[in-house]
């Protein structure tokens, strides 16, 4: 089945440091790619998507590029804040949509002054 | 993207009881889902509200101890029924349009079970 693989946390970094979460799947054809982000005591939060292989999602600074020759989607942020401390999820809805979403296990990301 | 809102946001309640969870949308939309997240854990599928019909339930969950109502396109609720410590969770609800691959959350409801 399909299954979503990310980095164990927590990533502890200072303000302005250059952030990589990586996320690798397993999944036939091509599914849609998902950040999703947990702030503290809220609900998640769509961050961004890609649809196809070589589709680059951003948002808010937040960059991942779907690669379908490695089977990733690696989240990346040139510069964090204090702000960005939260829970990153990764995850896929399978090919032809379906709407089921398998999750990642969640990294959590600390940023500190 | 829809608004989405739960009550209650969070709760505390006694082992042997029920809680029922709304989830209500500010706008019609066809898919309704409740997750799981328990504590330091990812989300887990509990089940896809069908409106009109019985809910669709993932493997691990059954209608007697979670069941889901959803009379309209715009509301669900979720139901823990004899709650123990172990029910102890995040709950969410998500919300998309058929046929499209992206889920909108709701705020989720922290339920503690003593």
């Known amino acids: 089945g399909d299954s979503v693989t990310q980095m164990e946390g927590p990533v502890t970094l200072s303000e302005e440091a250059f952030l990589t979460i990586n996320c690798t799947y397993t999944?036939?054809?091509?599914?849609?790619l998902f950040w999703y982000v947990q702030y503290p005591g809220e609900g998640l939060q769509l961050l961004l998507k890609?649809?196809?292989?070589?589709d680059k999602g951003s948002n808010k600074g937040f960059e991942a590029t779907y690669r379908k020759e490695t089977t990733s989607f690696h989240l990346e942020k040139g510069s964090v804040q204090v702000s960005d401390s939260a829970v990153y999820f990764c995850?896929?809805?399978?090919?032809?949509?379906?709407?089921?979403?398998?999750f990642g296990t969640g990294t959590q990301l600390k940023v500190e002054l | 993207s829809a608004v989405i809102s739960q009550k209650p946001s969070r709760d505390i309640c006694q082992r042997g009881t029920s809680l029922t969870i709304q989830c209500q949308v500010d706008?019609?939309?066809?898919?309704m889902f409740w997750y799981r997240q328990q504590p330091g854990q990812s989300l887990t599928l509990i089940a896809t509200?069908?409106?009109?019909?019985?809910?669709?339930?993932e493997s691990g969950f059954v209608i007697d101890k979670f069941p889901i109502s959803r009379p309209n396109l715009t509301f669900s609720t979720l139901t823990v029924s004899n709650m123990s410590p172990e029910d102890s969770s995040i709950y969410l609800c998500?919300?998309?349009?058929?046929?499209?691959?992206?889920?909108?959350f709701g705020p989720g409801t922290r339920l503690t079970v003593l």
């Open positions: 998500s919300v998309a349009q058929v046929n499209t691959d992206t889920q909108y």
């Open positions: 999944a036939t054809g091509y599914p849609s």
């Open positions: 509200a069908n409106q009109g019909s019985e809910a669709t339930y």
């Open positions: 706008s019609q939309v066809t898919m």
């Open positions: 995850a896929l809805s399978p090919t032809g949509g379906g709407n089921k979403l398998t």
């Open positions: 890609a649809t196809k292989a070589d």
